[in-house]
Each structure stands twice: as C-alpha cells, then as structure tokens.
C-alpha cells in the first residue's frame, strides 16, 4: 500500500459544469466470467492478481481515489491527497450459486446471489462518511465456476468513455499478471483528466440553443439554488432517498432485427425521401413511447403501479401538474462533434442531454400510427444533426456561467414529469474486456455445435447464390458480339454527334457576326446621341453664363447706388447733429451766465 500511495500523483482537478450537470448518478455495470477450463479451479482470475492490477491501473487513474471537496461559493473539485486518498470500496466474497444455476435460469436476476451491487444508481456518503469515486464488488460462484464483476464509477470524474477506458485498462493489466508480467509492461494509454480540454478545442462562434435546451439548462429556480447550496453528500442522501421512495423498476426489451427492418419499412412509407431512419432514432422514439404511455397510465390510474410508488407519483402529478408536452433526453457524446477533442483523449464527462419535446397524447397513442413514428424520428434527427459544435460551445457557456447552473437543470429534471433520458452504451466497448480468462460469459464467442451450424447454414446459403449467379451469366462469345454491335453504335452515335456540333458552330459563327454587326450599328449611334447631347448642354451652358453675368452687373449697380444713399444720409444726420450741438452750447452758456448774475445779486444784497 505504501508503495501505492508513492505511485499516485497528488493534485486539485476542478470539476466544471460538464462534470456536475452529470454528478447525480453512478456507472454501475456487472460482468459474468464463467470458467470454461477445468485445469484453472484455482487460479480462476485470481484475487491477488485482480487486487494488484486494480492497484496498478488506479495509478494511471488518480482521480478515483480523490476526494470531493465544495466551497461556500458552490464550487466543487477533486483533491487527490497521497498520504490519505480516498480509496474505492473493494468486496470480495464467495457464494453458493453455482454458474450453471445462472445460465439455467436464462440470467434471470432472481438467480443471482444476494446483493451484487454494493452501491445505489446515486453517489451518496457510504460507511465511511466520504463519497466513494469507484466501487468494487467480486463473487465467486461455488466451485469457482465463474465469478461476477461489479464495478462502479461516479460520474463526478468520469462518462462512459473514461468508465471504459478504466474497466479496460484494468483488464489488459491483470492479463498481463496473469501471463508472468515477463514481458514490457502495456503501455499507458495516457488518458488526460484535464477539464480545459474541453475549452481548448471549442469554436470560438457560437449560436443560441433551442428553447427547449434554454428551459432546461438556463432558466434559474430556487429549487436549483438550493440543490447547488446543500453539500455533494446531502445532495446524494437526497437523490438516494427519492429513489428509494419512488421505487424504480427496470425492465429488459429484446427487440429483433428483423422487427426493426419491418418497423423501418412502415415508417420509410411516410418519411421523407432523403430523412435517414437508424436504429438509434426509431429505438429512442419506441422507449418514448413506452415510458409515456405507462406515465400515461399512471396519471389516470390504469397503470400497474400500486402502492406507496403510485400513491408518491400522485403527489407528482399534483404538485406539478400532468404536462402536455413529454421530453425525451437524448445523451450525446461530445467528443465526435468537437474538432480534436477525441484526440486529446480526455476521460471526464463529455456528454450534454438534448431535450426533444413532443405531445404527450401522440407519443403515448394507444396505436401510435405510422406517421406520427415518422415524424417523431424525423424530430429526433434533427435535434442530433442540428447539434453542432458551435451549439455545444454556447451550452459549455451556460453550464459555466455560475456553480449554480447544473443545480438548475437539475431541479428542471425533478419537477418536469412527463420525460425519459435515453443512451447508447453498445457505442462503448463494455464486454471485450478479458482479464486473461476470456471475456464476459454473455459476450462469449460460438461454441464448436454453434460453429459447425452457421458454416452449414453459410455453405448452403454460397451454394445457392452460386448458382443464382451462374443462371444470369453469359458466354465470352456472347459477350464480345455484344461489346462490337455496342462499339459500332458508339462510332455511329460519335459521327453523328460530330455533324451536329459542326452545324451549330456554322450556324452559331453567322449568328454571332450578324449580332458583331448590330452591336457596332448601335455604337456609332450611341456616339451620334452623345456629341449631339453634348453640344446642347454646352450651348446651354454659355447662354446660363451670359445671364449670369447680366445678373451680377445689375447687382454691383444697384449696391453702388445704395452705398450713395447711404453716405449722402449719414453726411446728412452729422450735419443735423452738429447744430443742434452749437444750439446746446448756446443754451447752456446763456443759462450759465444767467445763473452767476444771479448768484453775485444775491451776495450784494445780503453782505
């Protein structure tokens, strides 16, 4: 363990709104390994090898034995301490159910031991207080006749593709161990944990999401700041609690390729011609519409839920209401889509969930008619196609706004009923996974009876083709009298092909010179209208100047005579100004010497 703990690289991965927006749930997968080979009784994948390449591949997988930290602002990171990492939950045990019991039983989940899975569909506190990032459950079956698998990962750190990348990676190790590990160690696949991957390869432009994408992963609540607030573990008690309480069932549908051929037939008679129906599209609008119709029936009591679950879904209903509208989810994987993502071989979540809204009462019809399949698989198409990587830059733009964003889309998934969330796992390769004594018991190859039937049934199938194709083939004599009558109708069509190129050239070179010729008429006509147009505009041109001139001579007359005016009246007002001010003089010295008169009277008579 000491050892261990040297190997791993301490660090603080940040987790960002791609991480969160998917931390509610765990990859919970089990694998069944039966033991073909009656010689390895004892070293049947052995513990200790399994023990210590899961050690091992935990090296080049830090980030699971972190530990999930939040702040007061919402943020949340990984620490991955050295001395005291947090280490995934790994189980041991043997049982009394023998592997044939299991294959006996067609897997039948009532056959199985007694709690495979260790840990729910949400990541919560377990024993020991903390959130586990990985969880590891090993059966033995009696008289190590096979061994069951479960392992867990939270999508805190990883998707689907770093799930597999992990479960793989494991297994390519302990065959390694398991082959005497004297050979070169297989090379680290060198997978980045890095969450600015993501945004070093998105475009720059972006374009606005749909309005059923902004309703989901934009529109803020207060139910969404609460889920955001509370702690990662209270959030997962929460998650777990309502699962429990909703008491989720899961159900197995094996639909043939031949139904799905069948079912392409029917919808391609009213799908447009160039709409392409895959799997994909006509699988995800077929869980639609059985998960809306059971919701359908729920809602009106007919369905086959009772008791507590039904009474819980009741309360739903009230409290939110039976919408008109159903929601399917469709995950996507980003990295297809981004431009030098997938190169990057980032392990953290890449996966966004694109709402596709349809009405209620046409996905859930009793009889869902073969037009509304086809326009339901036209819609999903198109929500796919139209998810580009400009789209996807602008949703890593809203996630990102606050630490509160994923909290949001949450709480929108909580309180919106009608909606199912569909994924395609086969895209992963989940059961190639050989940890050196073959791969998962369902994903086995054919045994030699099985063999030796289909090589029959593929001889007889050749034979009959071959002479299918021996029935409409020709002689050589045959065929070289068709190639020469198919050669002389070639020379033939080429002559004639050459006439007629050689007649429209003539026809077209005299037509050309007939038009050369008009063209070259209306040219010196041209020139004709414009000498005469401009000899007319400069004639006008002159007489507008003479009147000009006329105009300018009047002008400069009658400002001359104006001036006159002006002077003579002004000569006039100073004439007029200087008498009266001789008068004023006159006045003021006769009332001045008056005044003194008076004055020295005054003094005599009173001395």
């Excluded at 939110?320 to 997938?342: C, K």
């Amino acid at each position: 363990m000491e050892e261990f703990r040297r190997a791993i690289k301490p660090g603080r991965f940040a987790l960002n709104g791609w991480d969160m927006s998917a931390a509610f749930t765990n990859i919970p997968y089990i694998y069944y390994f039966k033991n073909t080979n009656s010689s390895l009784a004892v070293d049947f994948m052995p513990s200790s090898k399994l023990r210590a390449s899961f050690l091992k591949t935990l090296e080049e997988f830090p980030i699971l034995v972190g530990h999930v930290k939040t702040d007061a602002d919402g943020h949340t990171w990984v620490d991955v301490n050295a001395r005291r990492p947090n280490m995934p939950e790994y189980l041991e045990s043997h049982s009394t159910v023998h592997f044939c019991d299991l294959e006996s039983a067609g897997y039948d989940w009532n056959a199985f031991p007694g709690k495979i899975a260790t840990v729910g569909a949400f990541p919560s506190q377990g024993p020991s207080g903390t959130i586990k990032l990985a969880n590891v459950s090993i059966i033995r079956l009696r008289e190590n006749s096979g061994l069951i698998l479960f392992v867990s990962a939270s999508h805190y750190v990883v998707d689907g593709v770093g799930y597999c990348a992990f479960i793989n990676r494991w297994a390519e190790i302990c065959r390694w161990m398991q082959n005497g590990a004297t050979d070169e160690m297989p090379p680290d696949r060198q997978y980045t944990f890095d969450r600015l991957a993501i945004d070093r390869c998105l475009p720059a432009s972006r374009v606005p999401m749909s309005r059923a994408m902004t309703n989901v992963y934009d529109t803020p609540s207060y139910l969404g700041h609460f889920l955001a607030w509370i702690s990662p573990k209270t959030r997962g008690d929460i998650t777990n609690t309502a699962g429990w309480l909703m008491n989720a069932v899961g159900h197995v549908f094996h639909i043939s390729s031949a139904s799905l051929d069948a079912l392409r037939t029917l919808i391609g008679k009213y799908a447009a011609k160039s709409q392409r129906l895959t799997d994909n599209d006509m699988l995800t609008v077929l869980i639609g519409h059985a998960i809306a119709k059971g919701m359908k029936d729920d809602a009106t009591g007919n369905g086959s839920r009772g008791g507590f679950s039904s009474a819980i879904q009741q309360v739903v209903y009230r409290l939110f209401g039976q919408a008109t509208d159903f929601q399917t989810m469709m995950v996507l994987d980003i990295r297809p889509r981004i431009s030098g993502l997938a190169e990057t071989r980032y392990a953290g979540n890449c996966v966004t969930c694109i709402p596709v809204v349809s009405k209620t009462d046409q996905i859930a019809h009793e009889n869902i008619p073969g037009k509304d399949l086809a326009d339901l698989c036209a819609q999903t198409r198109f929500h796919i196609r139209e998810t580009t990587a400009e789209l996807i830059a602008e949703y890593h733009h809203i996630i990102n706004k606050t630490p509160a964003m994923f909290g949001h889309a949450m709480a929108k998934g909580i309180t919106t009923v009608n909606k199912v969330v569909v994924s395609n796992q086969s895209r992963f390769s989940l059961y190639q996974n050989d940890f050196g004594n073959g791969i998962p018991a369902w994903r086995e190859g054919f045994s030699k009876q099985q063999s030796e039937s289909i090589v029959t049934s593929v001889n007889a199938v050749l034979s009959e083709s071959t002479e299918s194709i021996l029935s409409n083939i020709v002689t050589k004599a045959e065929q070289d009298k068709t190639l020469y009558m198919y050669k002389v109708d070639f020379a033939q069509l080429k002559s004639e092909i050459q006439m007629m190129e050689k007649t429209d050239f003539s026809m077209m070179k005299a037509e050309n010179e007939r038009l050369q010729g008009e063209v070259n008429k209306l040219k010196q006509k041209l020139r004709e209208e414009i000498t005469r147009t401009q000899a007319g505009v400069r004639l006008d041109m002159s007489l507008e100047k003479g009147r000009a001139r006329d105009e300018q001579a009047q002008h400069e007359i009658k400002i001359r005579e104006t001036d006159a005016k002006i002077e003579q009246e002004i000569s006039g007002l100073r004439t007029q100004m200087e008498s009266i001010k001789f008068s004023i003089l006159q006045y003021m010295i006769g009332t001045i010497t008056g005044t003194g008169a008076l004055i020295l009277a005054y003094l005599r008579m009173f001395k």
